[in-house]
Nanobody, 125 residues
């Protein structure tokens, strides 16, 4: 079991940057593929990005490629989402996620095993 706590959300203007952090509990953080999802008002939750256990491979949904970067620091039990060139359509609650066993690249299709509580990101035009 892993517990996830997000931070770093807020209100920004279009074109600004924001970095989300997700702190994980437990001593086996490096064994979990990690990811980020988001849910906009009135929409289903969608996959944003995922990263492998060692951080060597990353995966993104098309709408954020080239603007968002997922990374992790296993020594700090933390995964990050650097968001640049933010757009109003990026407005959503962002959720940190972890897989118990399945690979990072499957997270977008099968969904994760663990969720954080979410952090709000609002981008004004």
């Amino acid at each position: 079991q892993v517990q996830l706590v997000e931070s770093g959300g807020g209100l920004v203007q279009a074109g600004d940057s924001l970095r989300l952090s997700c702190a994980a509990s437990g001593r086996t953080f490096s064994s979990y593929p990690m990811g980020w999802f988001r849910q906009a008002p009135g929409k289903e939750r969608e996959f944003v990005a995922a990263i492998t256990r060692g951080g060597t491979m990353t995966y993104y949904t098309g709408s954020v490629k080239g603007r968002f970067t997922i990374s992790r620091d296993n020594a700090k039990n933390t995964v990050y989402l650097q968001m640049n060139s933010l757009k109003p359509e990026d407005t959503a609650v962002y959720y940190c996620a972890a897989n118990a066993v399945a690979a990072a690249q499957s997270m977008g299709d099968r969904g994760p095993d663990y969720w954080g509580q979410g952090t709000q990101v609002t981008v004004s035009s």
